[in-house]
């Protein structure tokens, strides 16, 4: 709040009158001035806390990310190893669960992301202090977080579909083979699941290179390869037939493809 005071006296020239005037709008401006000041040095320590509360929490979900790549890993083996159990339980109906070639390993991830920070920046509306830039890369990040998530949860959500059967009987050896085709067919959903989790993954990598995330090559080796030498000598024929059909339409994005400019 700003107080102006009356003059003592009426100005008897008009020397005095502009002096006076000028008195008061010189004191208008300061004051206006050391107020913008302080507000201006009261943003800054807004943006600077802000700043340091995304850098904690960012470095506490490049942790959670972290544990959900190792969460990736093993649900990748444990997920296959149960597909190759089912799978010989379907062959071989009836195998007792000990003769059976495994026994069913049943893991799903659970690395929740924090966000406070970043919510809280947005409604107290300090992002607009902020240079755009900056902002939209932090928007990016939790998009990309939030892509994770939502792969996380259907990833749970089909996990409890496929564990369902323990519920009332843990061996599997006691399945029909009706329920076996139901149970092999979820655990295939849930290999898909778990390879789009770490697509989600990956993607977050290729611009965020510090959190750590599986490879590309950990991702893609998931699905079913026929690039043997065998594979390729049996198919052959078949691959030039392929390869003919879509030569031209392959040619045209691979050149779309060049044509895109490099970050």
């Not at 939502?150 to 083979?177: C, G, K």
Request: hydrophobic share 40%.
């Amino acid at each position: 709040m700003l107080d102006i005071h009356p003059a003592q006296h009426a100005a008897s020239t008009w020397k005095e009158f502009f002096i006076h005037i000028a008195t008061i709008v010189l004191g208008l401006l300061i004051a206006v001035g050391l107020e913008q000041f302080v507000e201006y040095i009261h943003h800054r320590y807004e943006v600077r806390d802000t700043r340091e509360m995304l850098r904690d929490e960012r470095e506490k979900n490049q942790r959670a990310v972290a544990l959900l790549t190792a969460s990736f890993r093993l649900q990748a083996v444990e997920y296959q190893n149960n597909f190759l159990v089912l799978n010989y339980l379907k062959q071989h109906p009836g195998t007792p669960e000990d003769k059976l070639p495994g026994v069913m390993l049943w893991g799903t991830s659970d690395s929740p992301f924090v966000e406070s920070a970043w919510k809280t920046a947005l409604q107290t509306g300090i992002t607009s202090l902020m240079p755009r830039k900056e902002v939209v890369e932090d928007e990016r990040l939790y998009a990309a977080l939030d892509s994770i998530a939502s792969a996380e949860q259907v990833l749970w959500s089909n996990f409890t579909d496929a564990t369902r059967y323990r519920l009332t009987d843990p061996n599997i050896s006691h399945l029909s083979p009706a329920d076996v085709d139901v149970e092999l067919d979820r655990i295939q959903t849930m290999i898909g699941d778990n390879y789009k989790l770490g697509l989600a993954l990956k993607a977050m990598h290729l611009r965020y290179p510090a959190f750590d995330t599986p490879s590309q090559e950990e991702v893609f080796a998931m699905r079913y390869r026929r690039d043997n030498d065998a594979e390729k000598a049996k198919l052959s024929a078949a691959l030039a037939l392929s390869d003919a059909r879509v030569a031209k339409a392959q040619a045209a994005y691979d050149k779309a493809r060049k044509a895109l400019p490099t970050e």
